[in-house]
């Protein structure tokens, strides 16, 4: 019996999912056989200009902004980040379009026929984006990396400027225990004689950087970070550093979305709440992935918070609520104001029936809407 185009589809996106997200414990041997289908593939990555963009935090923000801006430059650009909030294809755009139903199949077909074996759910989509980013011939792919650096599948590119935004505490057991293990693995993006932009966090382990400054809010520091890499390669007036992604810092009527998901990330979150709500308190409704701090995360906001609940999301890769000792919501509690933070893939909870404050955030030709904020 002949499968359909859609059947089909519907079995090479679930063999894509049946793949490991990241192989966490063996990094290392998982960047030798995507090298390896990289050079099977002819190194698609070659045939555009790159700016690779890593860092703890604000990675997915300031690739972003260079993206946008770069498109208002008149170019054609492709943007590869991590994780989705809603369809795995916002991880792939070109000029603010998700990458078609059609190029997935089509280029997940070509994938599949080498092997595969050896490699991830993240390895696989950077194949592909590279290889739909080669097929609709951008000029440039701003890429932000999945995880640290060092064996990260992202950092076979040789890029014409690449950044590390910010070093702090998250995934210690790949990237190492001490920040300077951190930085040297994050800092593997770094290649000799390309230009290196690193934010004020980063600064102190790369003093042969381009060094930007502490700003608050944080997103004026992501578009400083972003002004500076668009200096390197000649953009100097950039009009796309307000662009973010979505859930940073990211108000739907009266609930506020953000995605910090460890201590660094959940400071600068209060010191933005700090700066636009001087001595407000909020509630927050919290939910965490496996093996984060999420303690010192709730010691963090204590001090902020009328109260704190925890959600139950229904992701595999979230701590059970329970293990919490929080209130426990099913959906998102009917208080305000009220800040949702945690993890990524909370993002995409609605709110009780009757109450309107989270839009659609894609429209159905594939556009994704990039709430856009004054500051």
């Known amino acids: 019996m002949w499968l359909n185009g859609l059947n089909l589809m519907d079995l090479l996106v679930k063999k894509l999912f049946s793949y490991p997200g990241r192989d966490f414990k063996s990094g290392r041997d998982t960047f030798a056989p995507f090298c390896k289908l990289d050079a099977k593939l002819n190194h698609p990555h070659s045939a555009y200009r790159t700016i690779h963009i890593g860092g703890t935090n604000g990675k997915g923000s300031v690739a972003t902004k260079v993206a946008a801006s770069l498109m208002r430059e008149g170019h054609r650009v492709g943007l590869y980040t991590s994780p989705h909030i809603f369809d795995f294809r916002e991880r792939i755009q070109i000029n603010g379009q998700l990458i078609s139903h059609e190029a997935v199949h089509r280029h997940l077909s070509h994938i599949f026929e080498e092997d595969t074996e050896s490699l991830s759910f993240f390895s696989l989509l950077t194949a592909m984006a590279f290889l739909y980013f080669r097929e609709e011939r951008v000029d440039w792919a701003v890429i932000e990396v999945g995880l640290g650096g060092l064996y990260d599948a992202t950092n076979v590119i040789c890029p014409s400027a690449c950044a590390i935004t910010s070093i702090g505490w998250d995934h210690m057991e790949v990237l190492g225990n001490t920040l ?17 932009v690193a934010g004020p966090s980063a600064a102190p382990f790369f003093p042969q950087a381009i060094h930007v400054q502490r700003h608050n809010p944080y997103d004026l520091e992501n578009q400083e970070i972003a002004r500076a890499v668009l200096s390197t390669i000649g953009v100097h007036n950039p009009k796309g550093l307000k662009e973010k992604p979505p859930c940073r810092f990211e108000w739907r009527g009266d609930v506020l979305f953000d995605t910090a998901h460890n201590p660094e990330g959940f400071l600068r979150l209060l010191e933005a709440l700090e700066y636009h709500f001087p001595g407000q308190k909020f509630y927050f409704a919290v939910a965490f992935s496996k093996g984060k701090d999420f303690q010192s995360c709730l010691d963090l906001i204590r001090p902020h918070a009328q109260g704190i609940f925890a959600l139950r999301g229904d992701h595999e890769k979230l701590v059970k609520p329970e293990e919490l ?6 959906t998102l509690p009917e208080v305000r104001p009220l800040v949702v933070c945690g993890s990524f893939y909370i993002m995409n909870l609605k709110p009780k029936k009757g109450r309107e404050t989270l839009g659609d955030w894609e429209s159905d030709d594939g556009i994704l809407s990039i709430q856009k904020r004054g500051e």
Do not use: Q, T, Y
């Open 180 to 196: 300077e293990e951190i930085a040297r693995n994050k800092g593997a993006i770094a290649k000799s004689g390309v230009p290196f």
């Open 325 to 330: 000792n929080l209130p426990i919501e099913e």
